[in-house]
C-alpha cells in the first residue's frame, strides 16, 4: 500500500488500543492523528493519589480468562508488573449481614445448592424455590425458542426465584453493567444462561457443565501494579513515539464523506473531520468514543446511525474513595478479609458495591489505614447525581457505618462522577449492533469500536479496537489490490 492518514477519534482504552494496531499495520510514511476530547488519554483508566498510593478511580482490574488486555500488556512491556488481587472473597450484604458469595456462582447465578444454602443468602422458603430447579424441567411450562432474546432477570425469576434473582444475579450482573437484571440482554451479557435455559431439566446442572464455570477460572483478575491507568499512559506514550499525533481538547463535530464521484480529486483522502481545531482529511477513521457522541459525528453522514446509537442508554456512576485510620473499625467490627461486597438495589440504598481497597490489592495495604471504594449509582437511579460531593460523602459513611460498623470520619474522601459511562444493553442488543455495524461496514474505511458493542470490559475495549484497526487497514488495502 501507499501511505496513509488515519484518524482515529477517540483516546480512552478502545481508541489508544486501535493506534497501537495502526502504528504497526500501516504502510510506511502514513500519517495517524488521534483526536480526543479530553485533556488527557486514557478515558475511564485514571489513577488519584491517596495516602500516598495510586489508586484507581476507574476500572481497578480485567478479566483473567480474556485474552486481549493481557496480550496488550506484554506487547508495550507490562507483562512483568501483572498482579493479582490479594484475596478472592466477595460478599453480598443480605438478610442483614454481610454474607460471603457461594462457590461456583456463575455470573450470579449459583450452580450448586449446597455453597448457596452455606452462605446464608436466602431464607428457607427462597432456598427452597431454587431447590425445585433440580427437579425437572422450567417451571414456564412453554419453553422460550433459542433465537429469541431475553432479559437476564426474566429466566432467573422463572427458573430459580425472586430471592436469587434479588440477592445474586442482579447485584452481580447488575452491579457489572451498572445496570438490572431485568433490562440486561441475556443474549448479550449472559449467553450462556440462554443456552442453559432451552436444555431440558435443571438450569443449575446446565451452568454447571459450561465453561463458563466461575470456578475453572483462577485468579479472576489482573491488574498493572500501580494501576491500570499505567496502560493507558505507556500505550499513549508509545504510539507517539511511533509518531502518532496526538490532539488533546479537541472536540470532533461531524464526518463527511467525499468520494470520487462527487467531486474529490483521484486518490485524495475520501473523508473529512469537522473539529473544534480545524478540519483533518483522512482515507480512514475508526471511531471509539461512547454512542451518543458517535451518533453526533455520524448523525449527518447517516440518520440511520443517530438512530441506531441514540437508542442505546447509559447509566452513571459516581465513585467515593475513602481512607479510614485502622482504628475506625474496631476489634468488632468485621476483618475486611476479601475484595469487598455488593448492595442489592432491594436493600433501597444508595451504595451498589464497596470494594476493600487495601485488602484486595497487596500493594495498597498499610498497617495504620485502610482504603475502601464505594460505588453509587444504576439504571434508572440519578440520585447520586443530584447530590453534592459532601452529601455523597456523608451518604456513602452513613451507609458503610451500619453495615461494616465504621467509626469516625474518614481521614480522606475523593469524589469520581462517571457521568453517562456505562452503556445498556438491552433486551434485542445484539440485533441493534449487528445493523449498525452492517451499516458501518459498507462505507470504506470506517470503523467503529467501543464499549457500547460488545463489551464494558477493558479485554473487550481493547479487542474491539484492534479489529476496527485491522478492518480500516484492510478495506484500504484491497481497494488498492486490484490497480497492482
Known amino acids: 500500500m501507499s501511505a496513509l492518514t488515519v484518524a482515529v477519534v477517540g483516546g480512552g482504552i478502545t481508541g489508544l488500543s486501535a493506534a497501537w494496531e495502526l502504528s504497526s499495520k500501516l504502510p510506511s510514511g502514513s500519517r495517524m492523528v488521534m483526536v480526543e476530547s479530553e485533556p488527557r488519554l486514557g478515558g475511564k483508566l485514571r489513577s488519584i493519589e491517596l495516602g500516598g498510593r495510586l489508586v484507581d478511580v476507574g476500572p481497578d482490574a480485567f478479566l483473567a480468562r480474556r485474552p486481549e488486555a493481557h496480550e496488550l500488556c506484554e506487547e508495550v512491556g507490562l507483562g512483568p508488573e501483572l498482579v493479582h488481587p490479594s484475596a478472592d472473597r466477595a460478599y453480598v450484604w443480605s438478610r442483614g449481614a454481610l454474607r460471603p458469595l457461594p462457590r461456583g456462582l456463575a455470573l450470579g447465578v449459583p450452580t450448586?445448592?449446597?455453597?448457596?444454602?452455606?452462605?446464608?443468602?436466602?431464607?428457607?422458603?427462597?432456598?427452597?424455590?431454587?431447590?425445585?430447579?433440580?427437579?425437572?424441567?422450567?417451571?414456564?411450562g412453554r419453553r422460550r425458542l433459542a433465537r429469541d432474546d431475553a432479559s437476564v432477570g426474566s429466566i432467573v425469576r422463572r427458573r430459580l426465584g425472586e430471592e436469587i434473582h434479588e440477592r445474586l444475579a442482579d447485584p452481580l450482573v447488575g452491579g457489572i453493567h451498572a445496570g438490572r437484571a431485568d433490562d440486561l440482554s441475556a443474549a448479550a451479557v449472559f449467553p450462556q444462561l440462554l443456552l442453559a435455559d432451552e436444555r431440558p431439566g435443571s438450569l443449575m446442572r446446565a451452568l454447571r457443565s459450561a465453561p463458563q464455570d466461575a470456578e475453572r477460572a483462577r485468579p479472576v483478575f489482573t491488574t498493572v501494579r500501580g494501576g491500570l491507568a499505567r496502560l493507558a499512559q505507556r500505550i499513549g506514550e508509545l504510539v507517539q513515539q511511533?509518531?502518532?499525533?496526538?490532539?488533546?481538547?479537541t472536540t470532533v463535530y461531524?464526518?463527511?464523506?467525499?468520494?470520487?464521484?462527487?467531486?474529490?480529486?483521484?486518490?485524495?483522502p475520501e473523508w473529512s473531520l469537522a473539529t473544534s481545531a480545524g478540519g483533518i482529511a483522512a482515507d480512514g477513521v475508526v471511531i471509539a468514543v461512547p454512542a451518543p457522541a458517535a451518533s453526533e459525528i455520524l448523525g449527518a453522514l447517516d440518520p440511520s446511525f443517530s438512530g441506531l446509537l441514540g437508542g442505546i442508554p447509559y447509566a452513571s456512576v459516581t465513585i467515593v474513595t475513602l481512607r479510614f485510620p485502622r482504628e475506625a473499625f474496631g476489634s468488632s467490627g468485621p476483618d475486611l478479609e476479601g475484595t469487598g461486597f455488593l448492595v442489592p438495589a432491594t436493600e433501597g440504598r444508595l451504595l451498589s458495591a464497596c470494594t476493600w481497597l487495601s485488602s484486595k490489592w497487596r500493594e495498597l495495604h498499610r498497617p495504620g489505614d485502610v482504603l475502601l471504594r464505594a460505588s453509587a449509582g444504576r439504571y434508572g437511579d440519578e440520585r447520586p447525581g443530584e447530590m453534592t460531593d459532601d452529601e455523597l460523602v456523608a451518604r456513602a459513611v452513613g451507609e458503610l457505618s451500619s453495615m461494616l460498623g465504621v467509626r469516625g470520619a474518614p481521614l480522606d474522601a475523593v469524589v469520581t462522577r462517571w457521568p453517562s459511562s456505562f452503556p445498556q444493553y438491552l433486551v434485542g442488543h445484539l440485533g441493534r449492533i449487528e445493523a449498525l455495524e452492517q451499516a458501518v461496514a459498507r462505507r470504506r474505511g470506517l470503523a467503529l469500536a467501543g464499549a457500547a458493542l460488545h463489551g464494558i470490559g477493558?479485554?473487550?475495549?481493547?479487542?474491539?479496537?484492534?479489529?476496527?484497526?485491522?478492518?480500516?487497514?484492510?478495506?484500504l488495502a484491497?481497494?488498492?489490490?486490484?490497480?497492482?
Do not use: F, K, M
Open 112 to 140: 450448586r445448592l449446597g455453597p448457596l444454602a452455606r452462605s446464608g443468602i436466602c431464607s428457607a422458603s427462597g432456598l427452597g424455590r431454587a431447590a425445585l430447579d433440580l427437579l425437572g424441567p422450567s417451571p414456564s
Open 458 to 475: 477493558v479485554p473487550a475495549c481493547i479487542g474491539g479496537g484492534r479489529r476496527a484497526a485491522q478492518q480500516v487497514v484492510g478495506a
Open 242 to 249: 511511533r509518531g502518532v499525533e496526538v490532539r488533546l481538547g
Open 254 to 268: 461531524r464526518l463527511e464523506h467525499h468520494a470520487a464521484g462527487d467531486g474529490a480529486a483521484p486518490g485524495a
Open 478 to 484: 484491497a481497494t488498492e489490490q486490484p490497480a497492482r
